[in-house]
């Protein structure tokens, strides 16, 4: 089972519900694919085994066929490459390898290079399990290629745990394509209420089932608890903001090894999407 732990913004504790998921079950595999802030290593003791480029194509023009006719400007939808005056100008940084302006080039005067857009670090265990953080590099404008890669990583018979970027971003909806269930992780104020509608709607939209798990429970916001019931979405867990659990972060432990009741909590939340 594919399992994705979303929030829809940043500083939820969507980290540490994944990397806490990871280290209570077995037969899991973790794949970090917010990729423009990967942070679950830091939670991790494991040990790094190998590293994969990722690469991109992006268009080189030869100034000697190219007319100027203005159609690989016209059909790109991200401004990277742009018919001036006496030559077409590419921003590589901002191509994301879609192959359209070839296509359209009658004077077949675009060749591809290929770049470095960011890397995939492969981890393990002491116990065997795999564990897989995408990075994308500074300047590079998506994270998407990164995210697919990581997706094609084909795991039979094991959990899968996709720590996704928050919001509602391409990049989002790259890393729960395939999901079978995602966890929406969100915290009782106004601004985590806001982003979670939208991420309720994306899920809708994309025919994905979930669950919620309210994070820093406590905090007076009843309507975060209104909104759920009249939507009928399920509360997986309620975890209660605590100092001692802020401490075991900011000391980069794992919550769940160090405090009971969180672990309860999480194994809890693993019951009710894996029936374990
Ligand atoms: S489509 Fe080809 S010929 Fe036309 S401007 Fe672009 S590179 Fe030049
Ligand atoms: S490959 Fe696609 S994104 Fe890149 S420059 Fe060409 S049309 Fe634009």
Known sequence: ?????????????????????????????????????????????MKEIGEIDVVKKYPIVDDVKCNLCGACGEICQFNAIIPAKSRVMVFADLC????GCKMVCKQNAIIYAEKSMGTITHY???????????ILRIG?????????ELRALSYNNVTQIVDSPPGTSCATVASIEEVDYAIIVTEPTPF?????????????????????????????FDEIHQYLSNEKIEILEEIPFKKQ?????????MISNEDED???????????????
């Open 124 to 134: 393990k265990s002491g116990e065997n399990k795999d564990f897989y953080s995408g």
């Open 262 to 276: 969180y672990r309860m909590k999480i194994k809890n939340i693993i019951t009710k999407v894996l029936g374990e």
């Open 192 to 220: 985590g209420l806001s982003d979670m509608k939208m991420v309720v709607e994306m899920l809708r939209n994309m025919g994905i089932p979930f669950g919620v798990v309210i994070n820093k429970a406590g905090l007076v």
């Open 96 to 99: 994301h390898d879609c192959g």
């Open 1 to 45: 089972m594919k399992i994705a732990v979303l929030s829809g913004k940043g500083g939820t504790g969507k980290t540490t519900l994944s990397v806490n998921l990871f280290a209570q079950l077995n037969d899991v595999v973790l794949l970090d694919s917010d990729v423009e802030e990967p942070n679950s290593h830091i939670f991790l003791d």
């Open 245 to 253: 659990y802020a401490r075991f972060y900011a000391q980069g432990k």
């Open 140 to 148: 590079e404008v998506s994270g998407v290629k990164i995210i697919e």
